[in-house]
């Protein structure tokens, strides 16, 4: 996970990673083509200007769009319908994308329109690298997509001179961005407009980042609640390997496995460790709930690889010379596992919720109700609980899925729509919120190791490490204090990755 940090550079033209996604949507790597990506570029496009020449039917070349495609667009106009299109779909509204999603989409058109099947000039994708490259971020509405069209509109615009954009954090009418960046505007041609804002490219873009934000975070979840797991002193019989054997799923071993390595030379589990036959089910459960977790992601991940080497262009310029009109556009695979991550990261949350609560609760923890010194006058973890409760219910109502919806549009051409959109856009915030979940658990377990541990008595060597990372910047709660920063940092702990890359210096890789 941790490698995405470490490209510079992605080269086009082969298989994409997801990890490739990343770096270049949240670590500034440059993007290049190699010769395979220019070469299938180029060939492709000769197949679309022959078709014009050869005055054939295609959609959205020489027909109009949607329910317009019975009218042929004349020969005269047909330049001018690429760019007109472009101005009308720019239909999302409200706040902007931040700039991570916008580069995510930027690079997804890439590869989408660079894998041969679309038709475009290599002049165009030349240009929307640029803006990657150059750090140029078309100023990209988040809402008001069924799966396709709106947003990457938003991003065509900048490529005309027109729209707006950011340069170097200045919010500029487009022309002037690409002034200030050195470079120029480009006219689209036969096909361009159509390309540009076909596919799903921005779901596929946005389910990325959620789906690699998860992994990361189910990952860490098994840091988390082995921390909680040791200042509680929970018994590890319930992650024994005999139990996991009866049990066909492989995603809840390899939860208990990290579990084991985490805790194996911890002393406050050999003194404190398994005094209850039963611990409760939020720490009893944890490979089972994580695994579950881990699947479902497992499966997020796969599925938007998929996506990321796809072409899903309409029509489709193929090899034989043929456009082929279909539907590779639709967000189903993405949407589905979407509304899937927003599930599982539900799951995640709410047996890490729970787990925070028992540390906090006096009756079953053995610990200083709340976690500090004079209760009463103390409120101390009280309402970081009541927090993450609130956070819990917000997630609740995000994790209703998008992909069942489905409002007719376009006159009945479109009887059908997928919502992958809203359902990528979602699943982002969705990991957000359990996100800060976890980091509430992770802060709550800090000061109840240290609540717990004496000298003869200390903590494993991952849990000492983590907890050490904790207070560079949350630091112990004698008395009351200003606690906001210190949740914020332990969220920033889960979401760089950092939690996970501290266990993994010490027990391998995680998955």
Partial sequence: MNRASSIKEVCLGGEVRLCELIAVARYGAKVSFNDTYKKRVMECRKLVENLVKENRRIYGVTT???????????????IKYQENMILTHCTNVGEPLDREAVRAIIFVMLLNMGSGYSGVRLEILEHLAEFLNK???????????????????????VLLGKGRAYYNGELLDGAEALKCAGTTA????????LSLISGGTSATALAALAAYDAANLTATADVVASCTLEALGGNLTAFDERIMGVKHQPEQWISAQHVNKILKDSAVIKEFGGQNLQDALSLRCIPQAHGAVRKTVSDALRAVENELNSCDDNPIIHPSGEALSGCNCDAGFIGIESDSICIAMGYLAKISERRTDRMLNEHVSGLPPFLVASAGENSGYMILQYSSAALLGELRVLAHPASVDSVPTCAFQEDYVSMGYNAALKARQVVRLAEYILGNELLTAAQAAELRIHKECLL?????????????????MENDHYISPDMEWAMELVHSGRVRAIAEEQIGLMS
């Fill in 460 to 476: 494993s060597s991952v849990t000492a490490a983590v907890n050490k990372a904790v207070r560079e910047k949350a630091p112990f």
């Fill in 64 to 78: 109009g769009l949607g329910d317009n495609v019975k009218r042929v667009i004349p020969e005269k106009d047909a």
């Fill in 135 to 157: 750090n140029i971020i078309p100023w990209t509405p988040a809402h008001g997509s069924v799966g396709y069209l709106g947003a990457e509109a938003h991003i065509a615009m």
């Fill in 186 to 193: 480009i006219n689209p041609s036969y096909k361009e407009g």
